[in-house]
């Protein structure tokens, strides 16, 4: 599994978010949660949102 950095503060004010996604990419990131990339489909949209915002702007 790829290493996940702890936000504490982060993770004690996760909001729910419901998301509809097209088949191809929900297969694709339980493709990665099969191979220990990410824990579960939670982690794995979270974690590419932030890395976008990261590209983005520099910041998270």
Known sequence: MKDIVSEPEIENDLQPLSVKMPRHIV?????????????NRSE????AIRDRFKQMNGKY
């Open 44 to 47: 794995a949209i979270r974690i």
């Open 27 to 39: 297969e694709k990131i339980d493709e990665l949660i099969r191979k220990n990339e990410y824990p």
